[in-house]
């Protein structure tokens, strides 16, 4: 490869045109140009009988006559050899006719010189007339082939070989004719007489070839206008030489009778320069112009090789090139810092070096079949680890191809460095796979390694897998006191110590938030459970901050439970919310029962959404009773539903189903809209009841609550004071100060807030302090058995009493008893509701209560 691409320190050479400019032809136009100029005067001085035309002694123009006959022979014969030599297949038919043309040419005018007068008799005695016949026939046929050469369409193409024909048959004829003259010259018309000089014959057949020759100029004039300037420059002799043998012709008509002039010595010197322009033509175009284009294609090939080497050197990735014995002849610099090498050092070694060593057999081995022409070597993608020269590896892609190079088949490989790719590439897929803040596994590789568990479970006899979901509790509260930062902290320690506690072959993951999940091939769930509670035993402490960790697990078993990965995943997740429900640190292992409670969840879920979609909920109306007086002065509206695939749907079963699904704020917005309606329709028939509806705590948490509230009132046109919204002592634990904010704004819109289920929460003074509550209403828990506990009583005194001091008026709920209400009326109590009075009512049955 060395052979056949320039060393990277050989510098680009010039431009082919350059030098093809510096190497052109210079044409000698001056000399020409004085012989063009020269010939008028020399005519003007012959014809009117100056000093030129003079009779020369007989000696001494025989001796120039014979000087230039021979040089004209040579020069004549050197035309025809070297026109005769040409690659050209479009010129070669006329070329070679050309050549063979004057050639003849040649043999013509040696047969002249030697039976010019004067000269020892060749053949047949040597006599004016017999040379000038054989000087016409050679001037003839050259006039001839040039006239047919100048011609394009003869010159070359479909004409050529007609052309070349004809001017091979005038070559034979003037032979033929030439032997004639020189065996019986007598028999060809006279030509000279002697003492009266040339014959009218003789100025004829001169004028002839002098007409030739003008129309063989006119013709490469035209020719020369068409070509561009380096193919005009190459043509411009032949115009030259036309010109020369045109103005020497006239030389040969005025000589008169005198054989010897200086006149007739002056013509065959302008025939012997014309002669000098034909083989500079030919030279031209048949060797210097070869030599010429051979030398720019040369300059080429070097600037193209030099480019080529420029364009490896510049190549972002590294090049080389081996042949089949392994050997490298060429590597870019690209390829020689990839591998840490310096410039030049790996040219003839091994590639072998660029591989690991365990690798140098199957290297040998993918050579052999690219040697072997296996079209499976060919372009190649692989990757490979390849080694630097101080031993270390690195990570390449390597794309092979073959080549064929003036030294024989080659291996080229372009080397890409991919070990920052790979890195990068790793880190990308770690990040995809992994919590960022823990670094333990994501919940998609989780699902990933369940499933292979569950396989590898599957393929053993009596392969089991337990998986766990596991909520810590109180993180929320960890969260909200100590801030973000220090939470991620105590995330991040519990994840250590779950890695840290668990057996190896545990695989534990944060699915998201505070839920974590462990993986544990062949462990029985309740070993499992029992291995997280003493890995959550001692509390995680990180810096001055501890938490005493409790979790609430689930716990699900494949394949007792589920023999999928997803299934068994939905599982867990269904025992980690019932552990939630069931109330702090708990842990559930799933069962059938569990997964029948999902099923009809999901089924009732998908119901109460088309419910919702066909308006097909309905309120019922529980009277709210004056205690002294016996009426009723307002309702508590309650949520009904009767379906038509499941029947009588209990708000215990729906109203957590809409909690824990997202639908409760629909519910409640259906509520707002049904009671609204009904007391505007109670308004219109002259009633002026109030209506309480209640809110889930979920309700609270968005912002436009009161926004819709109000919204509703004024579409329907009902005052704000004729609705009441009670709230539970859970929706003020949640979030204290959103709730105070919401509370707040329902008071100024003019809507009573009501706190219901008092004293079965987290009840505070503090709350029913900062709270515009104007009712409070003592849960059915407490009414139920305070005729027979006197815990009770005293509760449900307290509650009365506290109420009071507060300003609130009390509503007791779950009224069934006469002496539950006697009981009422001797504490205090405002108003009750209950079964004692009325079950909840559909609208018109509690309009009917209302009329009475």
């Known amino acids: 490869m060395s052979a056949e691409i320039p060393d990277r320190s050989t510098s680009l050479p010039a431009s082919p045109t350059g030098a093809l400019t510096r190497l052109a032809l210079w044409r000698p136009a001056a000399w020409v140009a004085a012989l063009v100029v020269m010939a008028p005067l020399l005519y003007v001085q012959a014809w009117s009988g100056g000093a030129l035309d003079v009779a020369l002694p007989q000696a001494e123009f025989l001796s120039l006559h014979t000087l230039l006959e021979v040089v004209a022979v040579v020069v004549s014969m050197s035309v025809g050899l070297t026109a005769s030599c040409v690659l050209d297949q479009r010129r070669r038919a006329m070329s070679r006719a050309l050549g063979a043309a004057f050639i003849a040419v040649a043999v013509l005018d040696l047969l002249h010189l030697l039976s010019f007068a004067g000269m020892p008799h060749f053949v047949s005695e040597n006599t004016p007339h017999k040379s000038i016949v054989l000087w016409l026939l050679a001037r003839l046929l050259g006039a001839v082939a040039l006239i047919a050469w100048c011609f394009p369409r003869a010159a070359q193409g479909v004409g050529a070989h007609a052309a070349a024909r004809a001017v091979l048959a005038g070559v034979a004829l003037s032979l033929v004719l030439g032997v004639l003259a020189v065996f019986r010259p007598e028999l060809f018309p006279h030509t000279f007489v002697p003492g009266q000089g040339l014959t009218t014959l003789k100025l004829a057949a001169e004028g002839a070839i002098m007409a030739l020759l003008a129309v063989a100029l006119g013709v490469q004039l035209l020719r020369m206008a068409a070509m561009p300037p380096p193919r005009r420059a190459d043509h411009a002799p032949l115009c030259d030489a036309l010109l020369l043998m045109l103005l020497g012709e006239c030389f040969f008509v005025i000589y008169g009778d005198r054989i010897t002039s200086a006149t007739n010595l002056l013509g065959h010197v302008y025939k012997v320069l014309a002669y000098g322009c034909l083989y500079r033509v030919m030279f031209l175009q048949r060797v210097k112009r070869p030599y010429l284009r051979l030398e720019q294609a040369r300059l080429e090939i070097e600037q193209r090789g030099a480019e080529y080497r420029a364009l490896l050197e510049l190549a972002p990735v590294g090049v080389v090139v081996i042949n089949p014995q392994g050997e490298i002849q060429l590597a870019n610099r690209a390829l020689e810092s990839m591998f840490g090498w310096g410039a030049g050092e790996l040219q003839g070694r091994p590639v072998d070096l660029l591989l690991p060593a365990h690798l140098h057999e199957r290297h040998a081995h993918h050579r052999a079949d690219w040697a072997n022409g296996d079209d499976a070597a060919d372009r190649r993608l692989a990757s490979v680890p390849g080694q630097r020269k101080d031993g270390t590896l690195l990570d390449v892609e390597v794309s092979v191809t073959r080549t064929q190079m003036a030294g024989g088949m080659r291996m080229t490989a372009c080397v890409s460095d991919v070990s920052h790719r790979r890195a990068h590439q790793a880190e990308l897929e770690h990040r995809a796979t992994h919590d960022m803040l823990t670094g333990l596994p994501n919940r998609w590789r989780f699902v990933e390694a369940l499933r292979q568990a569950i396989a590898q479970a599957a ?84 810096g001055t901050l501890e938490w005493p960790v409790a979790a609430a697990m689930g716990l699900a078993d ?270 205090g109590c405002e108003a009750y509701q209950g079964w004692l009075f009325s079950p909840a009512l559909p609208a018109p049955q509690a309009a009917a209560l209302l009329q009475r």
């Not at 993180?475 to 994840?495: C, P």
């Not at 250590?496 to 462990?518: E, N, Q, W």
């Not at 609270?700 to 609550?705: I, K, S, T």
Request: aromatic content about 4%.
């Open 459 to 542: 393929g053993q006899a009596g392969g089991t897998a337990a998986v766990a979901m596991m909520n810590c509790v109180g993180f929320k509260q960890v969260n909200e006191r100590h801030g973000g930062s220090a939470a991620d902290m105590l995330l991040k320690a519990l994840a250590d110590r779950l890695v840290a506690t668990l057996p190896a072959s545990c695989f534990v993951a944060r699915l998201g938030g505070d839920v974590f999940g462990v993986i544990a091939p062949q462990l029985a769930p309740a070993e499992l459970a029992r291995q997280l509670a003493q890995a959550l035993a001692p509390g995680v402490r990180c």
């Open 558 to 827: 494949c394949p007792a439970h589920a023999q999928d990965a997803d299934l068994l995943l939905r599982c867990a997740d269904l025992a980690l919310h019932e552990s939630k429900r069931l109330g702090r640190g708990q842990t559930t292992l799933y069962d059938a029962a569990l997964g029948e409670r999902a099923r009809q969840a999901l089924r009732v879920h998908a119901r109460l959404q088309a419910a919702l979609r066909e308006d097909a909920l309905s309120l019922h109306f529980q009277p709210q009773v004056d205690v002294a007086s016996g009426q009723v002065h307002g309702f508590e509206a309650l949520l009904r539903w009767t379906d038509a695939e499941l029947g009588v749907v209990p708000p215990g079963v729906f109203i957590p189903v809409a909690e824990d699904t997202g639908l409760i704020g629909a519910l409640g917005e259906a509520v707002l809209r049904m009671a609204c309606r009904q007391m505007r329709q109670w308004q219109d028939e002259g009633f002026t009841a109030r209506v309480a509806i209640n809110l889930s705590p979920r309700e609270f948490l968005h912002p436009g609550l009161v926004a819709r509230i109000a919204q509703e009132l004024q579409r329907h046109g009902v005052p704000a004071q004729r609705l009441s919204v009670e709230v539970t002592e859970s929706a003020v634990i949640d979030d204290f100060a959103t709730v105070a904010e919401q509370l707040q704004a329902l008071v100024e819109l003019g809507v009573e807030v009501h706190l219901d289920d008092f004293g079965t929460g987290h009840s505070s003074l503090a709350w029913l302090k900062a709270f515009p509550i104007t009712a409070i209403k003592i849960d059915r828990s407490f009414v139920r058995d305070m005729a027979q506990d006197a815990s009770d009583e005293a509760i449900v005194r307290a509650v009365i009493g506290l109420g009071h001091t507060l300003g609130c008026s009390i509503v007791a709920e779950g009224v069934e008893k006469p002496e539950q209400l006697q009981r009422l009326r001797e504490l």
